[in-house]
Nanobody, 120 residues
Framework: QVQLVESGGGSVQAGGSLRLSCAAS???????????MGWYRQAPGKQRDMVAT???????LYAESVKGRFTISRDNAKNTATLQMDSLKPEDTAVYYC???????????WGQGTQVTVSS
């Protein structure tokens, strides 16, 4: 199994910034590692949606709603991923989940989630 531990959530006023971090550990099979790491979010009563993803080669994908405001990065050597969130809006309020796809078998793993609350 792979464990993902998130940190950095919290409460902030609109226009502020937060930085989320995710650290992966466990059966990563270092010769293969993690293919893709990403962040997803789920607001109350809504489905879980992709926010941003990044491949081991550094290719990124962002939801339209966060383009230009959020930046995803990763450290392959440390198996960590970071989401820098700037110019936060109340609609960014959600539980944010870290996601990792193991390269060996493309199994998907999730973190426990961290709450982000943006007040107007």
């Amino acid at each position: 199994q792979v464990q993902l531990v998130e940190s950095g959530g919290g409460s902030v006023q609109a226009g502020g910034s937060l930085r989320l971090s995710c650290a992966a550990s466990g059966r990563l099979f270092s010769a293969f590692g993690i293919a893709t790491m990403g962040w997803y979010r789920q607001a109350p009563g809504k489905q879980r949606d992709m926010v941003a993803t990044i491949t081991s080669g550094g290719s990124t994908l962002y939801a339209e709603s966060v383009k230009g405001r959020f930046t995803i990065s990763r450290d392959n050597a440390k198996n960590t991923a970071t989401l820098q969130m700037d110019s936060l809006k109340p609609e960014d309020t959600a539980v944010y989940y870290c996601n990792a796809v193991r390269a060996l078998d493309y199994n998907v793993f999730w973190g426990q989630g961290t709450q982000v609350t943006v007040s107007s």
